[in-house]
């Protein structure tokens, strides 16, 4: 075996190995630490407090003295700033008018769509490419264990990568399905102050009218009252 083949599959082999080292330490990035002053409403934290434990969820409120947070139970806990160590924050998303979107709120209407069909994708692609370079340096005795454990690490790390891809792009649909829902809203209540005008208009005339009855009314007593006297 010449040297030049050596180092082909060397290179082959430290590329691979690249690969699965970046997935891993990707796959294991923690999200970044943020201040408490830094929480806002709707953002998803993981929360340290000082007995060790872990607690996650989503921002109800973010007080001076405390955070409140809704859990996967959609139960609400309460954590005092006293007792917090350290929170890491997931990168907020928020809407056109800068409000916060809860991250929940984001997985309710996320599909799988895109990372179904991109991880066979991937594995299909993957598995050519693998099976073909493998295949194309390793022609010796060992191929027959060689190319199928570099065609299937190959394929594996293909459907990793194209799988990844497609549930960024699912999650960044259901953003902007959230988007579209929080623009609608906001339309609707444009038009909907002046639908509340002219209820706000009848109850006026509805109490004017009353008040003139009462004033009658008043009127009446009095001029009873007053022929009673003179009586």
Not at 15 to 37: D, E, K, M, R
Not at 94 to 111: H, K, L, S
Request: charged share 30%; with cysteine.
């Amino acid at each position: 075996m010449n040297s030049v083949a050596v180092n082909v599959r060397v290179r082959w082999l430290v590329i691979f190995a690249g690969f699965f080292i970046l997935i891993w330490i990707t796959g294991c990035a923690s999200y970044p630490h943020v201040s408490y002053s830094q929480v806002t409403e709707a953002n998803w934290v993981e929360v340290k407090i000082t007995s060790g434990r872990t607690v996650a969820g989503t921002v109800l409120k973010a007080e001076p003295h405390q955070l409140i947070l809704r859990q996967d139970d959609q139960r609400p806990l309460s954590i005092p700033k006293t007792v917090i160590r350290s929170i890491r924050r997931k990168p907020p998303v928020y809407d056109e008018f800068g409000r916060g979107i809860p991250e929940e709120d984001i997985r309710a209407v996320q599909t799988n769509r895109n990372t179904i069909i991109y991880g066979i994708g991937g594995g299909a692609l993957g598995l050519g490419v693998s099976f073909f370079a493998s295949s194309s340096l390793y022609q010796e005795d060992d191929s027959e264990t060689v190319v199928p454990a570099l065609t299937g690490a190959g394929t594996g790390l293909s459907v990793l990568l194209f799988t990844r891809a497609g549930r960024n792009r699912d999650r960044q649909e259901a953003v902007e399905i959230m988007r579209g829902r929080r623009r609608q809203e906001k339309v609707e209540s444009i038009h909907q102050p002046k639908q509340s005008e002219r209820d706000i208009l009848r109850e006026l005339e509805a109490e004017k009218i009353e008040q003139e009855r009462l004033r009658k009314e008043r009127e009446r007593i009095l001029r009873e009252l007053q022929k009673r006297n003179n009586e």
